[in-house]
């Protein structure tokens, strides 16, 4: 997973559990430069470099840690069960805008729901997709990391599958994830140029009983809420 780093390439907030780049040693809050010498500014030039070549093919990247320039080659692997939604839009100004998001198993007939309907339908995995994050896991968040929301809403809570997420934030780099309690990755949705505002409808219905838990990630900060599924 990665998020915008200022124009300056590409920070890496988490990992899938078949990240080819935790094998080489990369680590969150690592910033990615460069991949075989292009330069990348954030996370749209990793995923479209990234785009360019096969699984298995061994790529150069460049990185920052602790402001400190180093090098590393990895193999590419394949996400398992993991599809790449692209939606293209117009605004007012006539201007396309483009929605980025990540969510197993997507065919046809859910792209067509979230354009003619705007919501998205989640659907369960048949395999695990991600590693277990600090908020899935039940792990405290240290309060310097604590990301404030405002109007914060998820409804209904409890739901019987339809469910609306909405908040309001700082206009900066924004990555929404929905996990289950395991931490498997169910979605996430990286909103570069967010606007300060976030409403999306969701459908649950694949899973029957359970929680979810919400993740807003701006920076180093992180916002955890749960919703329940009866």
Not at 7 to 13: C, L, V
Not at 14 to 29: I, N
Not at 54 to 67: G, Y
Not at 101 to 114: A, H, N, S
Request: with cysteine.
């Amino acid at each position: 997973m990665y998020t915008q780093s200022d124009d300056q390439g590409a920070s890496i907030t988490g990992f899938t559990a078949d990240a080819a780049a935790q094998d080489a040693s990369l680590q969150k809050g690592d910033v990615i430069t460069a991949i075989n010498g292009t330069p990348i500014r954030n996370s749209d030039d990793l995923w479209n470099e990234i785009a360019q070549y096969q699984p298995e093919e061994k790529i150069s990247v460049d990185f920052l840690r602790d402001n400190s320039a180093q090098t590393v080659e990895l193999s590419l692997r394949s996400c398992r069960n993991e599809s790449r939604v692209i939606v293209t839009t117009t605004d007012d100004a006539g201007e396309k805008e483009m929605r980025r998001f990540y969510t197993p198993d997507w065919d046809k007939r859910d792209q067509e729901k979230l354009k003619n309907g705007q919501v998205i339908t989640i659907q369960r995995p048949v395999e695990e997709g991600a590693a277990p994050s600090d908020a899935a896991a039940g792990g405290a968040i240290a309060s310097e990391r604590q990301l404030a929301l405002r109007a914060f809403r998820v409804y209904p809570n409890p739901s019987s599958g339809p469910a609306t997420i909405e908040f309001k934030a700082e206009p900066v780099a924004t990555v929404v994830t929905l996990l289950d309690m395991s931490g498997r990755q169910l979605f996430r949705e990286e909103l570069n140029a967010f606007s300060g505002a976030y409403f999306q409808q969701f459908d649950l219905s694949a899973y029957a009983k359970g929680t979810i838990v919400i993740q807003v990630v701006q920076g180093d900060r992180v916002f955890t809420e749960q919703l329940v599924l009866n």
